[in-house]
C-alpha cells in the first residue's frame, strides 16, 4: 500500500528553516530545493497515473488575505495560493484596477519572499491563521504541539487536508524541518506507540499519537 506520506504536494520536500542566516547557506538551500522539486515532480506524475488528477486536487479556495511585505508594508489581497511550475514557488494573485484590462501589469503575483507574512480569518474560530514566508511557500501551523506541523495552504486547524502538511517542528526554538520519514523516526524515537505507527508507514496517526501520549504525561503530572 502506498503511504500518504510519499503523496505530499510539490513543494514537500522544499521546506526550508525561516532562519537561514547567510547568501552562501540560501544559494545552497535553494539549489537543494531545485533538485529536490523536480524529484518531487517526477513522483507526482507517477502517482497521477497510479490514481488520477483528481487524488491531488486540495481543496484551495480564494480567501481574504491580509499580506505584510518585506517593507512592513499592508495590503488586503482575495486570491487562493496558487504554483507557480517553473518557479517551484507559490504565489498570490491580484488585479490592479487602477490599470486598463489591457495593461500586462494589471495581474500582480505577490510571492512569499516579497512577504514577512500573509494572514486570514478562519471561519471555524474566528482567528487569525498566520503564515510564516519562507524562500518558497508560506507555513500556516496546523497542529500545535510538542511536534508542531506547518501547511503550504491557510486551511483551519479543525478541518485541514493531512496531506498539505510540509513542515514539522519540535521545540519553539528548534529549526522547521521538511515533513519526511527520517526526520519523523527521529522526532518520534523516544515514544514505542508512536514508533509503532511509523513503522506501519502510518506517518501523520504516527505524528498524532506522539502528540497525546506527550501531552497526557504532562497533564497527568
Same mark, same amino acid.
Given at each position: 500500500?502506498?503511504?500518504?506520506?510519499?503523496? *505530499?504536494?510539490?513543494?514537500?520536500?522544499?521546506?526550508?528553516?525561516?532562519?537561514?542566516s547567510?547568501?552562501? !547557506?540560501?544559494?545552497?538551500? !535553494?539549489?537543494?530545493?531545485?533538485?529536490?522539486?523536480?524529484?518531487?515532480?517526477?513522483?507526482r506524475?507517477?502517482?497521477?497515473?497510479m490514481f488520477?488528477? !483528481?487524488y491531488?486536487?486540495?481543496?484551495?479556495?480564494?480567501f481574504?488575505?491580509?499580506?505584510t511585505?518585506?517593507?512592513?508594508?499592508?495590503?488586503?489581497?482575495?486570491?487562493?495560493?496558487n504554483?507557480?511550475?517553473a518557479?517551484? $514557488?507559490?504565489? *498570490? /494573485?491580484y /488585479?490592479?484596477?487602477n490599470?486598463?484590462? +489591457?495593461?500586462?501589469?494589471r495581474?500582480?503575483?505577490?510571492?512569499?519572499?516579497e512577504t %514577512?507574512?500573509?494572514?486570514?480569518k478562519?471561519g471555524? +474560530?474566528g482567528?487569525?491563521?498566520?503564515?510564516m514566508a519562507t524562500?518558497?511557500?508560506?507555513?500556516?501551523?496546523?497542529?500545535?504541539?510538542?511536534?508542531?506541523?506547518?501547511a503550504? *495552504?491557510? /486551511?483551519?486547524?479543525?478541518?485541514?487536508?493531512?496531506?498539505? %502538511?510540509?513542515?514539522?517542528q519540535?521545540? /519553539?526554538?528548534?529549526?522547521?524541518?521538511?515533513?519526511r520519514?527520517?526526520?519523523? $523516526? *527521529?522526532?518520534?524515537?523516544?515514544?514505542?506507540e508512536?514508533t509503532?505507527?511509523f513503522?506501519? $508507514?502510518?506517518?501523520y496517526?504516527?505524528?498524532k499519537?506522539?502528540?497525546?501520549?506527550k501531552?497526557?504525561?504532562?497533564?497527568?503530572?
Amino acid at each position: 500500500m502506498i503511504s500518504r506520506f510519499k503523496l *505530499l504536494p510539490l513543494i514537500a520536500l522544499g521546506i526550508i528553516s525561516v532562519k537561514v542566516s547567510s547568501a552562501q !547557506n540560501m544559494a545552497a538551500v !535553494n539549489s537543494m530545493l531545485n533538485r529536490q522539486f523536480m524529484n518531487s515532480m517526477m513522483d507526482r506524475n507517477l502517482r497521477m497515473s497510479m490514481f488520477g488528477l !483528481n487524488y491531488y486536487k486540495n481543496y484551495n479556495p480564494k480567501f481574504d488575505f491580509v499580506v505584510t511585505d518585506s517593507l512592513g508594508m499592508v495590503q488586503n489581497v482575495r486570491s487562493k495560493i496558487n504554483i507557480d511550475t517553473a518557479l517551484h $514557488k507559490y504565489y *498570490l /494573485e491580484y /488585479e490592479d484596477k487602477n490599470l486598463p484590462k +489591457s495593461d500586462p501589469n494589471r495581474k500582480v503575483k505577490i510571492y512569499p519572499k516579497e512577504t %514577512i507574512s500573509i494572514s486570514r480569518k478562519d471561519g471555524y +474560530s474566528g482567528k487569525m491563521l498566520n503564515g510564516m514566508a519562507t524562500d518558497s511557500c508560506w507555513l500556516f501551523k496546523v497542529i500545535d504541539g510538542p511536534i508542531t506541523a506547518y501547511a503550504f *495552504l491557510a /486551511e483551519s486547524p479543525d478541518s485541514f487536508d493531512e496531506t498539505t %502538511i510540509v513542515g514539522i517542528q519540535k521545540g /519553539e526554538n528548534m529549526p522547521i524541518l521538511p515533513f519526511r520519514p527520517e526526520n519523523l $523516526k *527521529l522526532m518520534i524515537a523516544d515514544d514505542k506507540e508512536a514508533t509503532e505507527q511509523f513503522k506501519s $508507514k502510518k506517518y501523520y496517526k504516527a505524528l498524532k499519537k506522539y502528540n497525546k501520549n506527550k501531552q497526557q504525561a504532562i497533564t497527568s503530572k
